[in-house]
Every structure is written in C-alpha cells, then in structure tokens.
C-alpha cells in the first residue's frame, strides 16, 4: 500500500501574524514536525505544499527525506488550488492520499488509527470524528483522484467529496479531542502548548 501526505502550508497566517509553519513546535519547525508524524503513522511520502513563505518554509524543511517541496503560486485564491498543487504532486502508484493543514498538529499515532482504520474499511473516504464533530486528517482512496482534481472554492473544496460520499464515508470515533486541534491565532498557539502535550501520548 503506498500512502502519500499532502500537508496544506501556503496560506498566510495573518491571523497568527506569523507563518504557522514555523512556530516552533516543541523543539522543532511545526511543518517539521507534522511532516514526521506523517511519515511515522504511515506515509511514504509527504508532499508539503507551500506559497506565500515558500522560501522561509523549503529552508526549514530542506533535505528532509521523503518530503516533496511543492510551491502554489496561485495559494491566495483559496485552500483549493493548495490541493491541487499536492495533487498534482503524486505518484503514480499512490494508491491513499491524506490531507492535512499545517496548523492542525496530530500525533503519529493518531495519523495511523485513521489510515489503519481507513485501509481496513476498503471504503472510498475516511474521517475522524470526536463527540459528534469532524475532524482531521481526511483519508482518500485514489479512486477519487478525479474528483478530488476538480473541487473549487465555490462548491465547498474538500468538503464537497465528503458529502457526495457521506453514506459510504468510513468514521473513526476518537474520544481525544486532539483529531480537532486547530492553531488559528497566538491564543490558540500558546494555548496548545500547554494542552497538546498530554492530549497527544497514545491511550
């Protein structure tokens, strides 16, 4: 089973003031990271997509093995044409495609429950889900490829394939509220530092 990753780090991060990437994540580039915990739950390969930091962002993680630096020029208009770089990025043999932002920190462990769980359930899509919420990282079968291709901005990006498939979507139920973390401005950083560390060690 190839699995690669698209780890989505081309936004701006005006609501951090700063690139997300590279906050420091206990000791580390966060974008490095993720990019680890990509690779030890499971991936071959992480295609990490960058644009408005590219150059601050290719030097953090330069050289690291199994990533893939590739840069959207078209990143300001919209998280969808990110997607689309990392699609583009694939190999042809990737047979499951995970998605994730760059400002929603996972475990390794985590990372791998849902691609176990994903493989297993031999169903085109997979979401974690914590007390009746969505939550990240998306699991794709390579099937979809097509029309993950196509998505927009106008029709909801991802979350247009997630409901078109929502009655055949497999689930996996986590009691961790970690599958929902999320660093959108300096509170929610400062904030992580101190609730991530317990969250994240395997149950």
């Not at 996972?106 to 769980?117: C, D, E």
């Not at 986590?174 to 060690?201: C, G, H, M, Q, W």
Request: proline share 8%; net charge negative.
């Amino acid at each position: 089973m190839v699995v690669e990753a698209i780890l989505l780090s081309a936004g701006e991060s005006s609501r951090m003031g700063k690139p997300k990437a590279l906050l420091d994540w206990f000791g580390k580039p966060l974008v490095l990271a993720q990019a680890h915990a990509l690779i030890e739950g499971g991936a071959n390969r992480v295609i990490v997509v960058t644009g408005a930091h590219h150059n601050e962002i290719s030097l953090a993680i330069a050289d690291e093995p199994n990533t893939t630096i590739a840069n959207n020029p078209h990143w300001i208009r919209g998280k969808t044409t990110s997607i689309k770089t990392g699609l583009d990025q694939l190999n042809p043999d990737c047979q499951t495609i995970i998605v994730l932002a760059v400002d929603q920190p996972r475990p390794a462990w985590v990372v791998n429950q849902a691609l176990h769980s994903h493989i297993a359930s031999q169903r085109p899509t997979t979401s974690p889900r914590h007390s009746g919420h969505g939550g990240h990282p998306l699991l794709f079968d390579i099937s979809l490829l097509p029309e993950l291709s196509n998505i927009s901005e106008e029709r909801e990006g991802l979350r247009e394939v997630m409901k078109r498939y929502d009655q055949n979507m497999n689930r996996v139920y986590f009691d961790n509220p970690i599958v929902r973390f999320d660093l959108n401005t300096p509170e929610d950083y400062e904030a992580a530092l101190t609730t991530y560390p317990p969250l994240s060690k395997k149950p």
